[in-house]
């Protein structure tokens, strides 16, 4: 039995970074022999196991044919004559399939040192094809390593286009693609993920709604970068620099889908897009299974972003209108989100990126203010029931009139 280790673990190593989960191949040795030194099985599929003592994963080397559509589709072959070599071959990019033994010997059989030093995500054989969540696997490996500067080798790029027009990516389930989806938003570079997609042709198939969006002007005046779809790109980027939560990146992606519906004569005003994208929001939410926390987001976010820019000019009956539906007195955080998309979606303007975003700070003094009417003396004076909630909101109404007063 010879126990290596490979994959994720051996590249980032030799990428000099931090390596959280490490992952082993075990070459000549059969399930029984397993059980007997310990290891506890995982799951029914594939001869995974889980160490005694450390708790990481020992796979026996296995070869793998694809047998039919989708994930399910798989006969896999372990026994002890399986060889490195040929375990190797079935992985998806040059720079996971090398192998480590205890002595840090580098077997690399299909030059994944190389492509690292080259800074290529290339594919190892044709069976890449065989699964298509390596589409999004690799423009999640592109959106996290592209500050190193690594690309996607044009052949695999092709191989990633076929994939996709093949139809073979209507077949991964909503919780794979979404598992994926969401690392890749986390990424330093999301905006990586989705020009990656979109070069393989695989964004109009996961997302046609995002897809859409690039070759859409908006006014020059207000989006110097004018097309829409860079500016969606350029807000996901403000969003990783700003180190913001998965809700916030959603948002981010989401937020203008409705200027994608609007008829080229009406181009570059995009009027009522905050509301006509909401239906299409609501899909891409119901496609991926997304969880709500994002949905929610997504939607509101969608709905009142340019409510946000435009805070300072609001009425404070409309402020208050805008706080009651993110309910702002029961989900704080939820509405210091919006703010963070909101101020992502002005910074994601050609050459406005560092430009002050006071419509942030004037929000949550807004919050602040509709939240500190007391509901007790209310009830002293006897209010119940739906007048109780008319003269609450009469009271915040009264608070935000003189918190704007205050300011101007
Ligand atoms: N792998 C593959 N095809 C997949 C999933 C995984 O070929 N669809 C292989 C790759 O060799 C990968 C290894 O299995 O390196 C482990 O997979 P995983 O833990 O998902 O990825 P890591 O490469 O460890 O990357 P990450 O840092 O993102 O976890």
């Given at each position: 039995m010879r126990i290596y280790k490979v994959g994720g673990a051996v590249r980032d190593r030799l990428l000099g970074k931090p390596v959280t989960d490490i992952d082993w191949v075990v070459v000549g040795a059969t399930t029984e022999e397993m059980l007997a030194k310990g290891f506890r099985p995982v799951g029914a599929d594939f001869p995974v196991f889980l160490h005694p003592k450390s708790g990481e994963e020992y796979a026996l080397a296995r070869t793998e044919r694809k047998s039919g559509r989708g994930y399910g589709g798989f006969t896999f072959h372990a026994s002890p004559e399986v060889t490195l070599e040929e375990d190797l071959i079935r992985r998806d990019l040059t720079i996971n399939a090398m192998a480590e033994d205890d002595q840090q010997n580098l077997t690399d059989p299909y030059h994944g040192q190389r492509d690292l030093d080259a800074r290529l995500l290339r594919h190892v054989s044709p069976a890449f094809a065989e699964d298509p969540l390596r589409v999004l696997r690799v423009a999640r490996f592109a959106a996290r390593y592209a500050a190193l500067g690594f690309t996607v080798a044009p052949e695999t790029l092709e191989l990633m286009r076929q994939l996709s027009v093949s139809g073979e990516l209507e077949a991964l389930t909503p919780e794979r693609s979404w598992k994926e989806i969401s690392r890749a938003l986390m990424e330093d570079q999301p905006q990586v993920f989705v020009e990656v997609l979109r070069a393989c042709d695989a964004l109009k198939v996961l997302m046609p709604e995002v897809d859409a969006l690039f070759g859409v002007p908006q006014p020059a005046?207000?989006?110097?970068?004018i097309d829409t779809g860079a500016h969606t790109l350029s807000v996901l980027q403000q969003a990783a620099i700003h180190k913001q939560p998965l809700t916030v990146r959603w948002a981010c992606l989401l937020h203008d889908l409705g200027k994608g519906l609007t008829p080229e004569e009406?181009?570059?005003?995009?009027?009522?897009?905050?509301?006509?994208?909401?239906?299409?929001?609501?899909?891409?939410?119901?496609?991926?299974?997304?969880?709500?926390?994002?949905?929610?987001?997504?939607?509101?976010?969608?709905?009142?972003?340019t409510h946000g820019h435009r805070a300072l000019e609001l009425k404070p009956s409309t402020l208050l209108e805008l706080l009651q539906s993110f309910d702002v007195y029961r989900r704080p955080q939820r509405f210091?989100?919006?703010?963070?998309?909101?101020?992502?979606?002005?910074r994601g303007r050609k050459g406005l990126e560092e430009k002050s975003y006071p419509q942030a700070d004037y929000l949550r003094g807004a919050a602040t203010a509709a939240r500190s009417v007391a509901v007790q003396p209310l009830l002293e004076k006897g209010f119940k029931g739906p007048e109780l909630g008319e003269a609450i909101k009469r009271e915040r109404l009264k608070a935000l009139k003189a918190y704007k007063a205050a300011l101007s």
């Amino acid at each position: 039995m010879r126990i290596y280790k490979v994959g994720g673990a051996v590249r980032d190593r030799l990428l000099g970074k931090p390596v959280t989960d490490i992952d082993w191949v075990v070459v000549g040795a059969t399930t029984e022999e397993m059980l007997a030194k310990g290891f506890r099985p995982v799951g029914a599929d594939f001869p995974v196991f889980l160490h005694p003592k450390s708790g990481e994963e020992y796979a026996l080397a296995r070869t793998e044919r694809k047998s039919g559509r989708g994930y399910g589709g798989f006969t896999f072959h372990a026994s002890p004559e399986v060889t490195l070599e040929e375990d190797l071959i079935r992985r998806d990019l040059t720079i996971n399939a090398m192998a480590e033994d205890d002595q840090q010997n580098l077997t690399d059989p299909y030059h994944g040192q190389r492509d690292l030093d080259a800074r290529l995500l290339r594919h190892v054989s044709p069976a890449f094809a065989e699964d298509p969540l390596r589409v999004l696997r690799v423009a999640r490996f592109a959106a996290r390593y592209a500050a190193l500067g690594f690309t996607v080798a044009p052949e695999t790029l092709e191989l990633m286009r076929q994939l996709s027009v093949s139809g073979e990516l209507e077949a991964l389930t909503p919780e794979r693609s979404w598992k994926e989806i969401s690392r890749a938003l986390m990424e330093d570079q999301p905006q990586v993920f989705v020009e990656v997609l979109r070069a393989c042709d695989a964004l109009k198939v996961l997302m046609p709604e995002v897809d859409a969006l690039f070759g859409v002007p908006q006014p020059a005046t207000h989006h110097p970068e004018i097309d829409t779809g860079a500016h969606t790109l350029s807000v996901l980027q403000q969003a990783a620099i700003h180190k913001q939560p998965l809700t916030v990146r959603w948002a981010c992606l989401l937020h203008d889908l409705g200027k994608g519906l609007t008829p080229e004569e009406q181009w570059p005003q995009h009027i009522a897009h905050e509301f006509k994208g909401l239906k299409l929001i609501k899909a891409v939410n119901e496609r991926f299974k997304v969880p709500r926390d994002c949905q929610e987001l997504a939607l509101l976010v969608g709905e009142y972003h340019t409510h946000g820019h435009r805070a300072l000019e609001l009425k404070p009956s409309t402020l208050l209108e805008l706080l009651q539906s993110f309910d702002v007195y029961r989900r704080p955080q939820r509405f210091e989100e919006f703010i963070a998309a909101c101020e992502m979606d002005a910074r994601g303007r050609k050459g406005l990126e560092e430009k002050s975003y006071p419509q942030a700070d004037y929000l949550r003094g807004a919050a602040t203010a509709a939240r500190s009417v007391a509901v007790q003396p209310l009830l002293e004076k006897g209010f119940k029931g739906p007048e109780l909630g008319e003269a609450i909101k009469r009271e915040r109404l009264k608070a935000l009139k003189a918190y704007k007063a205050a300011l101007s």
